[in-house]
């Protein structure tokens, strides 16, 4: 494997990760894999480029005092158990040889939803902008099953004065893909704290990059010790062109309105998931391939 | 000061051995690896095994060689795609129990130019040829007049799954056939040289050198060799290995620290 070109992409993605706010797991993993490394490996191996870019995100946001650490513990407490369980299940699917099926999968179903929801929603509103109409009202209730729910609990910094529970079982449901697609899951959380949750619109990112950070922490630890699908030498020369692409996407991420970085990153979520998925339906050109499980 | 002193010469000198007795009317093959541990380097280079013999050939007859490296064997797991409702998921997992980790064959000339089928397969010399033992479930019969058929679960699958365990290992390069491998550099002096791709295993292997005469093997020489990585790859394999969550842990940590440095020196920037 050549190292400068591993640097390079952690690059590459660390500056779409700062430039989106995102962690950028979710393209790593399928670029890794078309280079051929086993999928086991790729995404246990870049959740921890995951882990570092997200720490760099949530110092900065920590200084403009835009984490709700109450919510984001509650989310990562669901986090930490849904790891457990997906590393689990990734564990089970891979001695079955369908691991790869179960990866394939998920970034289709995820990634083709999410992908075409924002890019849905931004064309919308830039389409708007252009026509110069007015932004239609928005529903700002919350649904009512999130009161109905015990164990309520405050969280200030997000204005929410919610039960434990659903911000517990969003969490959780991030672990478990986390474990299986090593992706921090920030595309799920964002959306599901702004428009299930109701947060305040200024906290989601870093609060949900602080959940992330706990979790794929969480799932490299699990990846390594169940697994033995982390390489440290891989995931090192993916995180020293990520931190630094990282910083230069960030201050690249003012220059642009956020309706069109999010209508371009919602082309690239439902490409990348199209990508994905594509290998479910083309005739692989060998019918045959080595299923980990034993000793290679 | 009596250790000091050398010792005193034998009595009587003995004869020296005559390694050489029945060269000049018995063909045969001797040979000998340049070195017997093989260290795969660290920097995913891999390494080679040299191996090098000579041929006493008294008479005129022309005697082909043939050089086996094989490592040591292993279970391999096997999935094979199939179409179902247009989508293509792997099957269950089949299990070999012992393929070849590491399987190369060097000779002066195709194999099939130098001894025929059966011969080949009752040597297991080439890859075609090789014993990979069948999943589970399998028994062998005699079938169209060929030994040792394996019928299985798989049917008649097997086949195609065994030659998919080749196909494969020969893209990773741990199988390869070599019909130009050996060269003789002198008359009766043989070279053959194995290149070990990074992702080789580590453990015991065994090299053949086959001598040839008009299909017929005449003569064999056996050698073992180690092959063990070395260097810092080696020892963090070890260590994710042997202590897997101190590892993981020691990922996390290196990642968030190399995050929060990277914060700090792009802040004061």
Redesign the interface.
């Known amino acids: 494997?050549n190292w400068p070109l591993l640097v390079l992409l952690g690059a590459v993605v660390g500056f779409v990760s700062g430039l989106f706010g995102i962690g950028g797991g979710f393209l790593m993993a399928p670029i890794l894999i078309f280079m051929g490394i086993p999928p086991a490996v790729a995404v246990a191996s870049q959740a921890?480029?995951v882990?570092?870019?997200?720490?760099?995100?949530v110092?900065?946001y920590t200084s403009q005092k835009a984490v709700d650490y109450k919510i984001g513990l509650v989310m990562a407490g669901g986090g930490v158990l849904g790891a457990l369980l997906g590393v689990e299940l990734f564990r089970y699917l891979r001695?079955?040889?369908?691991a790869?099926?179960a990866v394939a999968l998920s970034y289709l179903l995820f990634l083709g939803a999410i992908g075409t929801l924002m890019l849905y929603e931004s064309l919308g509103q830039i389409l708007r902008r252009v026509r110069g109409e007015m932004a239609p009202h928005k529903e700002r209730r919350r649904p009512l099953w999130l009161y109905g729910l015990p164990l309520k609990m405050r969280f200030p910094r997000s204005g929410l004065y919610i039960s434990a529970i659903p911000p517990f079982a969003l969490g959780m449901f991030v672990g478990v893909m986390s474990a299986i697609m090593g992706v921090g899951g920030g595309f799920i959380l964002v959306p599901a704290m702004l428009y299930v949750l109701r947060m305040k619109a200024g906290v989601v990112v870093g609060t949900s990059l602080f959940q992330i950070?706990i979790v794929t922490?969480m799932t490299?630890?699990?990846?390594?010790?169940?697994n033995?699908t982390?390489d440290?030498?891989l995931?090192?020369l993916l995180?020293?062109g990520g931190?630094?692409g990282?910083?230069y996407g960030a201050r690249w991420s003012g220059r642009f309105r956020a309706e069109e970085l999010r209508a371009v990153l919602g082309l690239i979520v439902l490409m990348v998931g199209i990508q994905m998925g594509l290998?479910?339906?083309?005739?692989?050109s060998?019918?045959?391939?080595?299923?980990?499980?034993?000793?290679? | 000061m009596i250790a000091a002193l050398p010792p005193p010469p034998p009595a009587v000198p003995a004869p020296a051995p005559e390694r050489s007795v029945g060269t000049t009317d018995q063909v045969r093959i001797a040979a000998a690896l340049t070195d017997a541990r093989v260290r795969v380097d660290s920097s995913f280079q891999g390494a080679s095994i040299v191996l090098y013999g000579a041929v006493f050939n008294p008479n005129d007859t022309p005697a082909d060689v043939v050089v086996v490296v094989r490592g040591p064997d292993g279970p391999v797991r096997l999935v094979k795609k199939t179409r179902s409702n247009g989508v293509w998921l792997n099957s269950r997992p089949v299990l070999f129990e012992g393929a070849p980790g590491f399987y190369m064959t060097a000779s002066t000339r195709p194999l099939s130019d130098i001894a025929d089928f059966g011969q080949l397969r009752r040597l297991g010399v080439g890859v075609d040829h090789l014993r990979i033992n069948a999943p589970e479930e399998s028994r062998t019969v005699t079938r169209y007049g060929v030994r040792d058929v394996v019928v299985s679960r798989l049917g008649e699958d097997y086949l195609d799954f065994r030659r998919a365990v080749i196909r494969l290992r020969e893209a990773a390069a741990l199988y390869d056939t070599d019909p130009a491998g050996v060269q003789f550099v002198d008359r009766g002096l043989f070279r053959a040289e194995v290149e070990l791709p990074a992702v080789a295993p580590t453990g015991r292997y065994f090299a053949e050198a086959w001598l040839f005469q008009n299909g017929e093997p005449v003569s064999v020489s056996n050698l073992t060799l180690t092959v063990e990585k070395v260097g810092i790859e080696r020892d963090i394999f070890e260590f994710a290995h042997r202590r897997p969550w101190s590892y993981g842990l020691l990922c996390v940590l290196l990642a968030a620290f190399t995050g929060w440095a990277a914060s700090r020196v792009f802040r004061r920037n």
């Open positions: 494997m921890s480029h882990v570092a870019s997200s720490t760099s995100g110092i900065s001695l079955l040889g369908q790869d099926l950070i922490a490299t630890i699990l990846q390594a010790g169940r033995q982390v440290v030498v995931s090192m995180l020293l931190v630094v990282a910083q290998e479910l339906f083309v005739r692989p060998d019918l045959f391939a080595f299923a980990p499980g034993v000793a290679q």
